[in-house]
C-alpha cells in the first residue's frame, strides 16, 4: 500500500539556500525541461505578481559552464509581457532570439569580472571589437541581473535612455552607475511577490519564502496532482 501511494505522486522537492524546485522523479531529467542546447536547459517561466498585479516573469536556466541562474525581465520588456509569458511559442521565439540572454558565452564575446569590492560580482561584456556591451550582476541567491547597456555613439545612447530608463551608458559604466543601477532593482524586488508557474513549465521553481507562506505554487501543484 505504501509503495503505491508513493508511486502515485513520484515528486522530490529540493533546495538550494534561496530556492525550492519540484521535480518528478519517475520521468528523465531531460523531458521535463523546457528547452535545452549544448549550454543550458530552460528549465521553469514563471509569472511574477506584487501585490496581485502582474509585474513581470521570472525564469531558472541550469547553464553547465555557470550553474543555476535566475532571469527576470520588467512586464513592460517584450520577454516581460503577460501575453508573450502565458504562450509557450511566442517567449520560445523572442528567448531565442535574446543573445545576452540565450547565449551568455559567445565566441565573439568576453566577460570580465570587475573588481569594485562590493557584496555581489559585477562583470562587464564586450564584443569582439571590445566595445562595452552590458552589464552583469549574478547575487548570492543566483539571481542574475543585466543591464546597463552600453550604446556605440551619443545617438545611440539617447535612444538606450529612453529605452532603459536612464540606464545605458557611453562605454563602461562607473562604480557609481553600477550601484544605481543595483538598487533601483533591488527596491522593485522588495516588494512583496509572489509566482506563478506557467502551465508548459514541468519543473516548478519558487523562492523558499513563498513556499512557507499560505499559498505555495509547490503545494498548489502537490494538492493537484494529488487528485488525479
Known amino acids: 500500500m505504501e509503495k503505491e501511494e508513493n508511486l502515485k505522486v513520484p515528486f522530490l522537492e529540493t533546495a538550494d539556500d ?5 521535480i518528478d522523479k519517475s520521468l528523465p531529467f531531460s523531458n521535463q525541461v523546457i528547452y535545452k542546447d549544448d549550454n543550458e536547459c530552460l528549465l521553469n517561466v514563471r509569472k511574477i505578481y506584487t501585490d496581485n498585479i502582474y509585474f513581470g516573469v521570472s525564469y531558472t536556466i541550469l547553464n553547465f559552464q555557470l550553474g543555476m541562474q535566475h532571469h527576470f525581465k520588467c512586464k513592460d520588456r517584450p520577454l516581460g509581457e503577460l501575453s508573450v509569458v502565458e504562450d509557450k511559442d511566442k517567449f520560445l521565439s523572442i528567448f531565442l532570439s535574446y543573445d545576452y540572454v540565450h547565449k551568455k558565452l559567445q565566441p565573439h564575446s568576453k566577460h570580465e ?17 571590445g566595445r562595452y556591451i552590458y552589464t552583469q550582476y549574478i547575487l548570492d541567491d543566483g539571481r542574475v541581473l543585466r543591464g546597463l547597456y ?16 536612464g540606464f545605458a551608458t557611453l562605454g563602461p559604466p562607473t562604480k557609481k552607475e553600477v550601484i544605481a543601477y ?8 522588495a516588494n512583496n511577490q509572489i509566482s506563478v508557474s506557467t502551465d508548459y513549465s514541468k519543473i516548478i ?5 513563498q513556499y ?3 499559498w505555495s505554487d509547490i503545494k498548489r501543484r502537490k494538492s493537484w496532482l494529488n487528485t488525479q
Open 18 to 22: 534561496n530556492y525550492l524546485y519540484f
Open 212 to 214: 512557507d507562506q499560505d
Open 113 to 129: 569580472e570587475v573588481l569594485f569590492n562590493l557584496p555581489y560580482k559585477v562583470f562587464f561584456c564586450f564584443n569582439k571589437s
Open 150 to 165: 552600453g550604446a556605440k555613439n551619443k545617438e545611440q545612447l539617447k535612444i538606450r535612455l529612453i529605452e532603459f530608463n
Open 182 to 189: 543595483y538598487e533601483d532593482k533591488m527596491t522593485s524586488y
Open 205 to 209: 521553481i519558487e523562492h523558499s519564502t
